[in-house]
């Protein structure tokens, strides 16, 4: 067998393993990440003071055997005269043989500072269903042996509970936001004989911190930069460090580079088609060995505000 047959092999049974025990607190990735902070952080819900719909897709590591495959889905809002928000997330990933589904409803307190300051609160809830096809893999076997059982069939769905906690404050030039998305450490074993959720007390020290910021620089009317980044960390891991600028071409074009911690480069291009229709794509380019075998990954992200009041919605929005 060819050596890159071998290493392909082997990092699809990294994945199966990563599969059999999975940690639920374990959370998707994205580049696009500033375009879809509700789903991270609940204080996010409403910030935008007008209903914003986003549907973001992402294919990772392109023709590498059971990659990562990424749907999300988030709607938020404010209610209240904009004193509070609420938003929802649904997602849907599949990794190897794995497949899990995410459900969370969010909701923000919003205390206005000023004209051009708000600070918000925000806890989020919900639950993550997970369940492994195992009778989706294809087992060589010449009958000289019985058949494999971990194989024979899939695993029965498992729905965990979870909840999260965050806080945003943003202002027309800069925001920053921190949160925790899972709070609980829900533990699920997959096995061919069962499966089971053992759902365990909080426990700081596996909680996994988000810090988001932007600022955005006015260079002149038709030409303004986005500078975003993202830390996130857990303990005794190191920090993923997300650093990005984004040009601002007359409001209309985005055009941008980032940088992920030993992992990748990537590039987007967006287009801000209406006042009201938001489109970006993004391109990442790994760092690290899997490039070998994979053509990058690719990210487009859809965002749609709904204007539900007589006054106008301020667009683009930047955060």
């Known amino acids: 067998m060819k050596t890159t047959g071998i290493i392909k092999i082997s990092l699809f049974s990294a994945l199966l393993s990563f599969s059999l025990h999975l940690n639920a607190q374990y959370d998707a990735m994205f580049t696009q990440y500033m375009f879809n902070e509700v789903f991270i952080n609940p204080a996010y819900a409403g910030s935008k003071e007008a209903m914003s719909a986003t549907l973001l897709h992402r294919q990772q590591w392109v023709n590498f ?3 990562p495959i990424t749907t999300s889905f988030s709607l938020h809002g404010p209610v209240q005269g904009n004193k509070m928000g609420l938003g929802l997330s649904v997602l849907n990933e599949k990794i190897g043989v794995l497949n ?5 409803g969010s909701y923000a307190y919003r205390i206005k500072i000023n004209d051009k300051s708000t600070f ?17 893999v294809k087992v060589s076997n010449d009958g000289s042996a019985p058949a494999d059982p971990q194989f024979a069939q899939n695993t029965s769905n498992v729905v965990a509970p979870n909840f999260g906690a965050g806080l945003y404050y943003t202002s027309k030039k800069y925001y920053v936001g921190l949160s925790i998305p899972r709070l609980v450490d829900n533990e699920v074993k997959f096995s061919y004989g069962g499966s089971t959720v053992k759902v365990t007390s909080i426990t700081p020290d596996k909680f996994t911190y988000y810090l988001t910021g932007g ?3 006015t260079i002149n009317e038709e ?10 960390t857990v303990k005794n891991a190191p920090a993923q460090i997300d650093l990005g600028g984004t040009l601002l071409i007359r409001d209309l074009i985005w055009a941008g580079l980032s940088y992920r911690s030993k992992s990748s480069l990537s590039a987007l291009l967006g287009v801000q088609a209406t006042k009201q229709f938001f489109i970006c794509y993004s391109y990442d380019y790994g760092v690290n060995k899997i490039q070998q075998y994979s053509q990058g990954s690719h990210e487009i992200v859809l965002n749609y505000l709904f204007s539900f009041t007589s006054k106008n919605i301020i667009t683009p929005r930047y955060f």
């Open 65 to 67: 055997p059971g990659r």
């Open 120 to 136: 918000s609160m925000g806890l989020m809830g919900g639950f993550e269903n997970q369940l492994n096809k195992y009778g989706t």
């Open 100 to 104: 899990r589904s995410l459900v969370y």
């Open 215 to 217: 600022y955005l620089f």
């Open 223 to 232: 030409l303004k930069v986005r500078a975003n980044t993202m830390i996130k």
